[in-house]
């Protein structure tokens, strides 16, 4: 069965420090790994994606990394805002359409 | 905003009541989906529609019933709900089936 599993599952964290989370997948086969931003109250918003041959890739603050071998994949948060306090989905494709989502690590940032 | 609108964005509704969720994308996307997101869960798809067919059902209970009169519109009537239903109701859409989706706000929808 495909899973996506993400730790932690909530972290509290100071502003300005850095941050990572994890998501552990076992879709196969695997297309690519995307993750989302998901403010409360709003839908999920796209902050990567990545592709089975890349290792990394960043959008400002935020960046990703994929180990296609182990089938992990983390978030780097550098010097945290209060704006980061979210959820952070992380969503892998699979063959066809279908994608699998995790649950979900729910950020705080606190000042 | 990502080009894709839902209303309302909040409903409470009576376990007889019928009601109806809209989505809207401004994006030209082929490919609209409607999710369910309850709590501590991850999100789970309920429909997907492709040029305004109907190509998935993710074995959703028949109280939902979905509706797509063109590509731009998206609609989930419901009835005779149960309160296990409360949940965040999403809408995304995508250029074709299978590329990235764009969520919009949600319904919060709570069953009374």
């Known amino acids: 069965k495909n899973q996506v599993e993400q730790s932690p599952q909530s972290l509290i964290i100071l502003e300005g420090k850095n941050c990572t989370l994890q998501?552990?997948?076992?879709?196969?086969?695997?297309?690519?790994l995307r993750w989302y931003k998901q403010d409360t109250g709003r839908g999920p918003v796209s902050l990567t994606i990545m592709t089975f041959s890349e290792n990394t890739k960043s959008n400002g603050r935020y960046t990703a990394t994929l180990d296609a071998d182990t089938k992990q994949s983390s978030l780097h948060i550098t010097a945290s805002q209060l704006s980061d306090s979210a959820s952070y989905i992380c969503v892998v494709r699979g063959s066809g359409y279908a994608l699998n989502f995790g649950k979900g690590t729910s950020l705080l940032v606190t000042p | 905003e990502t080009g894709v609108t839902q209303t309302p964005r909040h409903l409470v509704m009576g376990m007889t009541n019928k009601k109806s969720l809209k989505c809207e994308q401004h994006?030209?996307?082929?490919?609209m989906y409607w999710y369910k997101q309850s709590a501590k869960k991850p999100l789970e798809l309920m429909f997907v529609y492709s040029l305004e067919e109907r190509v998935e059902n993710n074995s959703v209970p028949s109280r939902f019933s979905p509706e797509c009169p063109n590509s731009s519109h998206l609609f989930l009537h419901l009835h005779t709900l149960q309160p296990e239903d409360s949940a965040l109701y999403l809408c995304?859409?995508?250029?074709?089936?299978?590329?990235?989706?764009?969520f919009g706000p949600g319904t919060r929808l709570t069953v009374t």
């Open positions: 995304a859409s995508s250029p074709l089936i299978g590329y990235e989706q764009y």
């Open positions: 998501c552990n997948y076992t879709v196969s086969p695997f297309s690519n």
């Open positions: 994006l030209g996307h082929n490919a």
